[in-house]
């Protein structure tokens, strides 16, 4: 392929936008610097390489085309050892349903079915809503003495209890599996560094150890919980018995990364888009009913994942530029739901929107918890709503400096 004649972009202001977006500064309003890269046009060369996606239609369509691909255990180890991609904690997350393409994505997917269908979700709600009480009740303990940490309070808690109540994890593990998770992720981050990349892999050999240990558990004392479900199914699948073993492994991997942390930070960036807001608050409080939709709109405004990663199966042409094979586009998820060519004044915060978004990526790789991401922050947000109606912002939220991964790491709050 001939190279392509692209237009001039000045590399030290791509450079300097991601610098900025890596620090708690500028994750507390990372939209600034989108409109930034927005304005070198819908797709820009990335200084380390490939490319950067911030048209929503662009994004959009990657996701759903079977010409793009998941960067899979395979494409990570042609990167070489010398490369980020070779981390254990890489390696790992390249082979979990998230990391894999056809046919082995399509063989794992079929394992699990439906996992959170219409019937689950609705043997889930009762407990979400009990569990939500509680911490609610927690909540309003804590705010007696004037102030109190919504994220670690509720946000950080109710999805650890929900995943793990419905793994049948012991709930004494839950704050050893949310620290792990919290390290994990960096392996997942746009650019980690080298210190960044080692907790990740030291989270990840202890997930290992904690979830082949449970399968284990499980094998021998097999029970109603989806661990055992799975490893039916992968015995049915599978002759060699470690096989079946390891791939159950990774389903609980998998699930357990999937359900804390984006799910921790869509409850804490909704309570302070709404707080931040209060006449959106107020409106919300005289009409419930709008609650799903208000969920949607803090999907779009400010997703909990930022970047979702694809690489080219094949040479091929995007906007203009010639992309090979192998080489990797970073779909800025977060920039392209604010896409002003998608949405009417999409740099505003408005719970009456039809919000329309990516944040739950899309085609085959569409999130498979997203209904149940979207029952707790529902369940959650009624709870306030009727209990918490006088709720106010104490002071802003401290911020993680990731990119690819947002993360609250406080969220002070009062009663008004």
């Known amino acids: 392929m001939e190279p392509a004649i692209t237009p001039h972009i000045d590399r030290r202001s791509v450079v300097s936008i991601f610098s900025r977006l890596r620090t708690s500064k500028g994750q507390t309003n990372p939209s600034l610097l989108y409109g930034e890269l927005r304005s070198m046009g819908g797709i820009v060369p990335a200084p380390w390489g490939g490319y950067v996606v911030t048209s929503f239609d662009l994004c959009d369509r990657i996701l759903r085309s079977r010409d793009w691909a998941e960067p899979d255990a395979q494409w990570r180890a042609r990167q070489g050892e010398a490369t980020r991609w070779s981390a254990v904690s890489s390696q790992e997350m390249g082979r979990t349903l998230a990391g894999l393409n056809p046919p082995d994505h399509t063989r794992v997917r079929r394992s699990v079915g439906n996992m959170f269908d219409r019937g689950s979700l609705q043997a889930l709600r009762a407990s979400i809503t009990d569990i939500t009480g509680d911490l609610l009740d927690r909540l309003v303990r804590h705010l007696r003495d004037g102030e109190a940490d ?98 159950v492994y990774f389903l609980a991997l998998f699930v357990l990364l999937a359900a804390l942390e984006t799910t921790s930070t869509l409850l804490s960036t909704m309570m302070w888009l709404l707080l931040k807001h209060p006449r959106q608050w107020d409106w919300l409080r005289a009409h419930p009913e709008h609650v799903p939709g208000a969920v949607e709109e803090v999907l779009r405004y400010d997703s909990p994942t930022h970047v979702i990663s694809r690489v080219a199966r094949a040479d091929c042409s995007l906007a203009g530029y010639d992309v090979r094979a192998d080489e990797m586009v970073h779909l800025m998820v977060g920039a392209a739901n604010q896409d002003p060519a998608k949405h009417l004044d999409a740099h505003l915060f408005d719970v009456r929107r039809k919000a329309t978004h990516l944040s739950f990526s899309g085609g085959i790789h569409y999130c498979l918890g997203a209904p149940l991401a979207r029952m707790e922050a529902q369940v959650l947000l009624q709870g306030l709503l009727t209990r918490l109606p006088s709720l106010s912002l104490a002071r802003d939220p401290v911020w993680a400096p990731r990119v690819a991964f947002r993360r609250l790491m406080t969220l002070p709050m009062a009663r008004a």
């Open 150 to 247: 919504f994220h670690s309070l509720v946000s950080e808690e109710l999805p650890v209890h929900v995943i793990g109540g419905w793994l049948g994890l012991p709930p004494a593990d839950y704050p050893y599996l949310r620290e792990l998770t919290h390290d994990q992720v960096f392996a997942q981050e746009l650019l980690p560094s080298a210190s960044q990349l080692a907790r990740s892999d030291a989270a990840t050999r202890q997930l290992r150890a904690y979830f082949i240990a449970l399968v284990r558990e499980r094998r021998a004392q097999p029970g109603s919980d989806p661990v055992s479900g799975w490893i039916r199914a992968w015995d049915r699948l599978e002759s060699d018995r470690d096989t079946a073993d390891e791939a």
